[in-house]
């Protein structure tokens, strides 16, 4: 069975510090993978999408980076955070193609003093 | 942009009513799917109707989809404490792209035993 591992589940950081999030996906090849973000109260905003090996689709214009190292290995990284980066990072996959459910990890949330 | 928008915002019902929420979106669609998140936690998939059909059963869960007004509702039957959750749906080809899902805001159910 797929399973999804997103980690670290909490992280507070100061402003201007880096940030590196981390999602790995088991028992599937070629996932579709995702970063949502998720403000307090509010709807996901897809930040960044990858459909292979170092191919990355950037949706919002940020400090925010995100990069695919290996097949089921994806990086959401930033050299300088922001308070405004502050929020609940979410992991997904889904199988390549496009089409279909996603499958979530169980978040990331990060707070930026 | 958000292209699902959730109404309402917030509902809250006793246990063993029904409980309806809709989804209303802009563009063109593939499918229309229906998440639950916990407080806190990731996303899970419910259900996902396709633009070509009208209704869709999931054990409690039935779920309509009206593309000529760009709107699906999902309605709970029986509803019990445990479904107290945020429901979302999600736009799945809208805008031209066959890998992105889009979220609405999401709509707060609370089941008062």
């Known amino acids: 069975s797929q399973t999804i591992h997103q980690w670290p589940a909490t992280l507070v950081q100061p402003v201007g510090s880096p940030l590196s999030l981390e999602c790995t996906v088991e028992?599937?090849?070629?996932?579709?993978l995702y970063w949502y973000r998720q403000a307090a109260g509010r709807g996901l905003q897809l930040l960044f999408y990858?459909?292979?090996?170092?191919?990355i689709s950037s949706e919002v214009p940020q400090n925010l980076s995100a990069s695919r190292p290996q097949d089921r290995q994806f990086i959401l990284s930033s050299k300088k955070l922001l308070l405004s980066d502050s929020g609940f990072y979410l992991c997904?996959?889904?199988?390549?193609?496009?089409?279909?459910?996603?499958?979530f990890g169980e978040g990331s949330r990060l707070t930026v003093l | 942009s958000q292209q699902g928008e959730e109404d309402p915002q917030a509902l809250s019902i006793q246990e063993g009513e029904n409980a309806t929420m809709n989804c209303s979106y802009k563009t063109s669609i593939n499918n229309l799917q229906w998440y639950r998140q916990n407080s806190g936690r990731g996303l899970v998939h419910l259900i996902l109707?396709?633009?070509?059909?009208r209704e869709k059963h999931s054990g409690r869960l039935r779920v309509t989809l009206d593309t000529s007004k760009k709107s699906s509702s999902l309605l709970i039957t029986a509803s019990r404490a445990a479904d107290t959750a945020s429901y979302f749906c999600?736009?799945?080809?809208?805008?031209?792209?066959?890998?992105?899902?889009?979220f609405g805001k999401g709509t707060l159910l609370t089941v008062n035993p």
């Open positions: 990858s459909v292979g090996i170092g191919q």
């Open positions: 109707i396709r633009s070509n059909e």
């Open positions: 999600a736009t799945d080809g809208g805008g031209g792209s066959n890998y992105k899902l889009t």
């Open positions: 028992g599937t090849s070629n996932p579709n």
């Open positions: 997904a996959w889904r199988r390549s193609g496009g089409a279909g459910e996603l499958f």
